[in-house]
């Protein structure tokens, strides 16, 4: 009975994990795309940034995607930013 109980609620755990990568997304998303969006074209732009960047940052959350992962070499040494 308590190795059922372990096996559904591990389970259920992971299942919630790509919900919570979902939200992280979602907001990260939403702000880059309203900046860059207000940039290029004004408050309209924003707006539209906002949402678009929004179902993109959740997509990309959702499939484990993370844009701020980027190396460049400088002086024959690797750098990378987070």
């Not at 009975?1 to 389970?11: C, D, E, P, Q, W």
């Amino acid at each position: 009975m308590k190795l059922r109980f372990a096996v559904a609620a591990s389970l259920l755990a992971l299942a919630s994990l790509p919900i919570a990568a979902q939200a992280q997304g979602l907001v990260g998303g939403a702000r880059e795309g309203a900046h860059e969006g207000d940039r290029a074209a004004g408050p309209l732009g924003a707006v539209v940034g906002g949402a678009v960047g929004a179902g993109v940052g959740t997509v990309n959350g959702a499939l484990g995607i993370h844009r701020g992962h980027r190396c460049y070499y400088r002086h024959g040494h690797r750098h990378c930013r987070y």
